[in-house]
């Protein structure tokens, strides 16, 4: 898939719910298969977004209005996934309890009506 980083990157970041290479496949008229080989052929970590956001933030921030860095933990539960360094308990105070998944953070840096995620 031609220019798929810059596709993918695009989709995390303009996407408003979950993203999944489901989604993301439906969107782009493509097949589910074509989207998760491209996916495992890549790095896509937090580095890779901020290296890729890094210079919108930067313009972003040489403006005179108020910068709000927000950051938001999740859980991801993985009910039925075996534990491993990625997959442990959690305490989701949603639920009220501990579950088992993945503990993630995000960031967004927002600059009046725009905003970029960081992490």
Same mark, same amino acid.
């Not at 005179?64 to 860095?69: A, D, G, P, R, S």
């Not at 075996?82 to 949603?94: A, F, K, M």
């Not at 995000?106 to 009046?112: I, L, R």
């Given at each position: 898939m031609e220019n798929f980083e810059d596709l993918?990157?695009?989709y995390l970041i303009t996407s408003t719910s979950y993203t999944t290479a489901t989604g993301m496949a439906s969107l782009l008229s493509v097949s @589910? $298969?074509?989207i998760t080989r491209s996916l495992s052929q890549g790095v896509y970590d937090s580095k890779y977004l901020w290296e890729y956001v890094k210079p919108y933030v930067q313009e972003l921030t040489q403006s005179?209005?108020?910068? *709000?860095?927000s950051f938001d933990d999740s859980?991801? !539960?993985?009910? =039925?996934t $075996? !534990?491993?360094?990625?997959? /442990?308990? @959690? =305490?989701? @105070?949603?639920f009220g309890r501990s579950v088992r998944g993945v503990?993630?953070?995000?960031?967004? *840096?927002? *600059?009046?009506? /725009?905003a970029c995620p960081v992490l």
């Open positions: 993918y990157t695009d @589910h $298969d074509k005179k209005e108020t910068i *709000v860095l859980i991801e !539960e993985k009910r =039925y $075996d !534990e491993s360094e990625l997959i /442990c308990w @959690h =305490y989701d @105070h949603t503990n993630f953070l995000t960031a967004f *840096v927002e *600059v009046g009506e /725009c």
